[in-house]
């Protein structure tokens, strides 16, 4: 997926790539971190070592949320960019009232498995990158996301101290850990435009700061 020109061109510049788990400027990002590049022939690659020669078929389900914008489109044009190397995805928009209780809130036992293998997550943008750890990558988190032994030690580290150091070291283990194992697929930073019809702009969002907003999977034990 060419997660760049999306912004570009299906966002019209208005967001930005999200290269990590973390917002930029939050702590626990990482700048140089950069955009994964655009290689159709390595996905085939992949795709073929992975055991799917001719591609797959899936589902995505996502909730339309105001501070979210361009989630639809974002998943347009990236089931373009599947579709080049034989990945069919069939979009899904449901309440958000529905999206929330059918998908995120309670145990992992509790989700509903119609709802997989992909889903869209969004939550909004977070100072600390330990609040959205909080939030996705144990076992506990209020939204439902991805975590294992691994996630769990790293988080419990963000939660007990505020020693600078070990807690980006620990957030620096979740984000290599999930994204290694493909289980978060990143997709951009949004801002939602705050104004009035009739004085000057106040209480400006931060750049690219809205929304969070990422494509994960749910893996199966045999």
């Known amino acids: 997926v060419d997660k760049a020109a999306i912004s570009e061109n299906g966002h019209f510049g208005f967001t930005k790539p999200l290269t990590q788990l973390w917002f930029t400027g939050s702590f626990g990002y990482r700048p140089e971190r950069e955009v994964s590049p655009y290689d159709p022939e390595r996905a085939k690659q992949l795709l073929e070592e992975a055991g799917y020669p001719d591609g797959f078929s899936t589902k995505v389900y996502f909730g339309p949320f105001s501070n979210s914008?361009?989630?639809?489109?974002?998943?347009?044009?990236?089931?373009?960019?599947?579709?080049?190397?034989?990945?069919?995805?069939?979009?899904?928009?449901?309440?958000?009232?529905?999206?929330?209780?059918?998908?995120?809130?309670?145990?992992?036992?509790?989700?509903?498995?119609?709802?997989?293998?992909?889903?869209?997550?969004?939550?909004?943008?977070q100072e600390h990158g330990a609040v959205v750890a909080n939030y996705?990558?144990?076992?506990?988190?209020?939204?439902?996301?991805?975590?294992?032994?691994?996630?769990?030690?790293?988080?419990?580290?963000?939660?007990?101290?505020?020693?600078?150091?070990?807690?980006?070291?620990?957030?620096?283990?979740?984000?290599?850990?999930?994204?290694?194992?493909?289980?978060?697929?990143?997709?951009?930073?949004?801002?939602?435009?705050?104004?009035?019809?009739?004085?000057?702009l106040s209480h400006p969002t931060p750049p690219h700061a809205s929304s969070f907003e990422q494509l994960w999977r749910v893996v199966l034990r045999d």
């Not at 809130?105 to 119609?114: Q, T």
């Not at 620990?170 to 990143?186: E, K, M, Q, S």
């Not at 997709?187 to 705050?194: A, C, G, K, L, T």
């Open 136 to 200: 996705g990558y144990h076992r506990t988190g209020s939204y439902m996301c991805c975590f294992d032994e691994v996630t769990e030690a790293a988080w419990e580290i963000t939660q007990s101290t505020t020693d600078i150091d070990q807690q980006m070291a620990a957030l620096d283990t979740i984000n290599d850990h999930v994204l290694g194992n493909r289980w978060a697929l990143p997709m951009d930073e949004v801002s939602v435009v705050q104004g009035y019809t009739d004085r000057v």
């Open 69 to 125: 914008p361009g989630i639809k489109e974002w998943l347009e044009a990236a089931a373009s960019y599947w579709k080049a190397v034989d990945i069919e995805i069939e979009i899904f928009e449901i309440p958000s009232s529905e999206f929330i209780s059918r998908c995120c809130f309670g145990g992992p036992d509790d989700l509903e498995r119609a709802y997989r293998p992909l889903i869209v997550q969004t939550w909004g943008r």
